[in-house]
Structures are given as C-alpha cells and as structure tokens.
C-alpha cells in the first residue's frame, strides 16, 4: 500500500506527477514562443511609434509605455475615413455569403446524412471531395471558366447571347458567389455531422405523436440541428472576414476591396504603413472575438463529451 | 436508384425530388469546374479553354522549352518547396503535438488549463491574423530567423499542433486508462505500460495526425505567403495565387493538378491505415470526420 506521501506523487496510475506536465511541456513552449509572443506582437506595435527617418514601426513591448496615436488614427480612418466602406463592404460580403452558404447547404447536409439511402457513402466522398482540393486550385478553375474567352463566355455564346460583362472586373455578385464557392464545404461538414448525430427514434415519436413529416422537420430537426448551423456559420465567418485573397483573384478592384486586402496591403506591400496594418489586425479581432468565443466553447463542449 | 430513376421517366411530373436534385446540383457546381481545371492541364496546345487535344507536355514537356512543371524551373521550386515545407512539419509537429495531446489529457495540476486554452485559440484564431503576428514577430523580435523556409516551416508548425492534440485527443478518450492499468496489474511499470500499450494503440492517430499535418502544410496559402523570403520559398498556392490572373499557360493547372493528386493521395493513405489499424478499441470514426470537418479551415 502506498503511504500518503507516495499518493501525492504518484497520480491514478501510478505515474510520477511531473511526468504529464512535462509531455506537455515541449508543444506548450513552442506555441507561447510562436503563437503567444507573435500575437502580442501585433499590440506591440499598434501600440507603438513611427521611426521618423526609417519610416518603419518600432514595436512598444512594455504596456507602460503604449502610445494610442497610431490606434487612434485607424479608428478614425474605420469610422468615416477611406477604410470605413471596405469594412461596410466586408460584413455585408461576409453576412450574404453566409446566409447563401445556409440556403444552399442545408438541403445538401440534409439529404447526405438522413435522406441519401444506400448511396450516402457516396455521396459523402463528394461533399468531402471539395476539403482536399486546394482553396486556389479552386479559385483557379473560376478564373479559367470566367476569363474573356473562357468556358462560361463560350457557353452563353451557344446560347446566342454575346453581350457579356468582365466577370473578373470589379463585380460584387462574382466575389461573394466566390465565397460561397470556396467555404461552403466547411458549413456542410459540421452541419452534416450534427444532423447524422439525431436519433431516429425522436423523429419517430414526432411522427407518432402526429406530425405530419414537414412539422417534424420544422418542429424537431430544425431546432435539434441548431448547433449544427451556428457552428458551421462561425467556422466559415471566420476565415471570411480575414479573406483577401478571393476578391483578389476574382475582381482585383478597389471596388471589391475587404478589409484583409488593407491588411494584407499595409502588412505586405508597404513596411511604412505596417503599423496601420498591425491596429486594424487588433480591430478585426475585436470585431470577431464574439465568433472566436463561440467556437472555442463548441471545441470546448465537444471535447468534454469525448471525454465521459 | 434505378428505380427511382426509372419513375422519374414514368412521370417527370410527380412528386418533385427536390432534395436529390438540389444535392447533385451542389456537387456538379462544386467539382465541375475543378475537373475542367485538370481536363485543360492535359490541352496539347495553350488554351486554358478551347480543347486542342490530350499531351502531357505540361507536366513533363521537352526540357528545352521549359514550360512544364518539370522543367520550368519557377514551378519546379514550388513544387519542391511545397513537399520540402509539408514534410518537415510532418516530422516535427505530429510528435509535439501526440506529447502535447498525452499530457493535457492527463495532467491535472496548476498551468493545465492555461495550456489547453493556448492550445485552443490558435484554433479559431483567423488565418491572416497568424500570418500577420509572424511576420511582425519574425521582422522586430526574431530577426534571427530569416523569412523563406525557415519562417514558414514555424509557422506551419505552429498552426498544425493544435489540429494533432485534437485527433489524439479524441483517440486517447476512446482509449481510457483502463488497457495501461491492467498491464501495470500484470507488472508492468508505469514507462513500459505507455511504450508497448498505450503508445501501439495510438498509433492510427498518430498515422492520421502525419497525413492530416502533411495535408495542412501543403495546402496552406496565408502564412507561406507572409512570411516568404524571396523567389525560391514560393509555395505551390502561392505560385497559384500570383499566376491565376497572369493568363499562365496550363502548367499551371498541371501544378495544381499534382497538388491535388499529392494531398487527396496522402489523405487516401492516411484514411485507410486509420480504418486498418484503427478498428482495435472502438474509437468513434464519425470523431475522426468530424474533427477534419471541424477544423480545416
């Protein structure tokens, strides 16, 4: 028998205490020194100043020492300034790509996980399909079928209709069709995940108690499914407010700008604005933490599940 | 099915199937233009849209004219960059991230909690956000580190760790403790219940965590492109990324093609060692799915 002393040192399996902590030890020191210190980064030098004559930023490590000018300069360039409408324009992109995302998703993760039969295995492989091809390869195919002598100009020609715009120049409806393109998969995988987990047994009894099988659906699977759809909006919302890359493929105008074409501009292209670039990445997070926060207690609860 | 097709030729007009159709429609939409992308990657000639027959010259053409993902040396370097990148993270963040996964799971002191929220918020954290805190990190306070392969390799290390923890995670609950406590009751100590119990059971997800980290790394955009050095760390999306709109002859859509084939064949692979080896202690593989669904973002 183990004394009280031995206890306190060995854990339920008879390991050593230290022995777990120091698995862990190697991952959490690689993600404090690269995820942790690079985050604090961006504060540090929104928070910080201007050299003068290099026209570079010098990062401000101790919060002491923070100065709010640079700060206070993007927010008056979000509010009114010349960034105010690329952010109206973001969150109204982001807001109709996912509601198209939603309409057109959910029949599909519907039919996959309770209405597809024997062929579902199938089925799934395609919806899948779209996770292992590469976000620009898709975005290339677009580019390809869309250009001035691609396949959909070639195909309205058939149709005798020769009159056609630029696709790839500026328009509104093109970058938002390709943001619904690029990460709708990722709403129909978590949604398709939450509608398999419904036991039959409880649209059974739906139907037993006399609902007819449109009140089931309204009644019980739409609201079982809830998390589902919230969880899938918040992994696409996401990535698409921190997008820039669709609307510079599918358009490359100012007209189409979102805010992560700025930040990508301020951060890539030009060093003097980087600390510009460093306020309005603070912003964005500020604006999306709700989002951050939601998804971190779904991981959360998941995990908790797995665990009993 | 053929005899659900075969009512719907009997009368076209009779209860609309509205899920099926709405369903295929989706799947066409999303995969035809991907096929015609790699359809064109075979053209003889240089449109990317008229047909001008089948040739391989775009991904193995002469030398001479170096115009093909062999020989071309811009697409070549990425393409060797882009392998270069995925397997060196493969090598080092699937094992930090099994150790990271074993000890969050059973570690239960102070500075638990702590790590599993660090270990968390990379997660959810946007894409262009990381990219923007490493570069900023690697130009003022890591100078030392210069960008090109080695800014990108962290960074891609960093992103991929926390997908490991999770599809550990997930195995090691299945698991429980109970394998490790009975081979400690038939006198095995503690270091030999985890060698040749708990870390053979393992092994499917550490399998899966290889492929999906290899998947993750080559297929990233947004931090290879921030923290690039110079021409020849240019990634394979990145090359995509800078030539879609440059009129690129159909090498291009051959390097994407090889992309492609390269990710879905190590996912391919990955998948099916999971199902080979995985079968032993039940592990739910709906968990597995759902994870990648969850968050390969």
């Known amino acids: 028998m183990p004394t009280n002393l031995q206890a306190a040192e060995y854990d339920t399996v008879g390991q050593r205490r230290w022995v777990w902590p120091a698995f862990a030890l190697p991952g959490v020191v690689w993600l404090a020194l690269l995820f942790l210190v690079p985050f604090y980064a961006i504060f540090a030098i929104a928070m910080g100043r201007l050299d003068p004559i290099l026209n570079r930023p010098i990062p401000e490590w101790n919060p002491l020492y923070w100065q709010p000018d640079i700060f206070v300069e993007a927010l008056g360039d979000l509010f009114g300034g010349r960034i105010g409408v690329v952010a109206l324009r973001t969150v109204a992109y982001v807001l109709i790509a996912s509601v198209l995302c939603l309409l057109i998703g959910y029949p599909v993760a519907y039919f996959v996980s309770r209405r597809a039969g024997r062929w579902r295995w199938i089925w799934l492989l395609l919806i899948l399909a779209p996770f292992w091809i590469n976000y620009l390869m898709r975005m290339l195919s677009w580019v390809n079928l869309l250009g001035g002598d691609g396949q959909v100009n070639q195909l309205l020609g058939a149709f005798g209709i020769e009159e056609f715009p630029n696709w790839l120049s500026g328009h509104h409806y093109v970058v938002i069709l390709g943001l619904v393109y690029g990460y709708i998969p990722f709403f129909i995988l978590p949604l398709f995940a939450a509608l398999d987990r419904i036991d039959d047994s409880t649209l059974e009894a739906a139907r037993d108690l006399g609902a007819s099988s449109s009140q089931t659906f309204w009644r019980v699977t739409l609201p079982l499914s809830r998390n589902g759809v919230l969880g899938g909006l918040v992994i696409i919302m996401l990535p698409m407010f921190g997008d820039y890359y669709t609307p510079n493929l599918l358009s490359g105008s100012p007209r189409t700008r979102m805010i992560g074409n700025t930040i990508d501009q301020f951060i890539n292209q030009t060093t003097s604005q980087g600390s510009l670039g460093a306020a309005l990445t603070v912003l964005l997070m500020v604006f999306v933490a709700g989002l951050m926060l939601y998804y971190l207690r779904t991981i959360n609860r998941s995990t908790e599940e797995a665990r009993r | ?297």
Do not use: C
Request: no cysteine; charged share 15%; hydrophobic share 55%.
């Open chain 2, 1 to 297: 099915m053929t005899r659900r097709v075969r009512s719907v030729f009997a009368n076209p007009w009779g209860k609309p199937r509205f899920l099926p159709l709405v369903t295929a429609l989706y799947v066409l939409w999303s995969l035809v233009p991907v096929a015609i992308a790699v359809q064109f990657s075979f053209n003889a000639g240089r449109s990317r849209s008229t047909w001008q027959g089948f040739s391989t010259r775009w991904y193995a053409g002469s030398p001479d004219a170096a115009e093909s993902v062999l020989h071309d040396p811009s697409l070549r370097f990425a393409l060797n960059q882009s392998l270069k990148l995925a397997v060196l993270t493969m090598l080092v963040a699937a094992p930090i991230g099994v150790a990271l996964a074993i000890g969050l799971a059973r570690w239960r002191g102070r500075g638990s909690k702590a790590s599993n929220f660090l270990m968390l918020v990379p997660l959810v954290t946007p894409e262009l956000v990381m990219g923007v805190a490493l570069f900023l990190v690697f130009d003022h306070l890591y100078d030392f580190v210069p960008f090109g392969t080695w800014a990108q390799f962290l960074g891609h290390v960093t992103f991929s760790i926390s997908f490991v923890v999770i599809i550990v995670r997930g195995r090691l609950f299945a698991i429980g403790r109970d394998y490790e406590e009975a081979a400690m009751d038939l006198g095995a100590s503690p270091f030999q219940a985890m060698r040749r119990v708990l870390l053979p059971l393992l092994a499917p997800a550490l399998l899966a965590s290889f492929a999906i980290v290899f998947a993750l790394s080559i297929d990233d955009f947004v931090i290879s492109q921030f923290l690039i050095g110079g021409a020849e760390s240019v990634t394979i999306p990145v090359q995509l990324y800078s030539g879609a709109r440059l009129a690129p002859p159909p090498s291009l859509n051959a390097l994407a093609t090889v992309l492609m084939v390269t990710t879905i064949g190590v996912i391919a692979i990955g998948g099916l060692l999971y199902r080979i080896f995985g079968k032993k202690v039940g592990a739910s593989e709906g968990g597995a799915l759902e994870t990648i669904g969850r968050f390969e973002v």
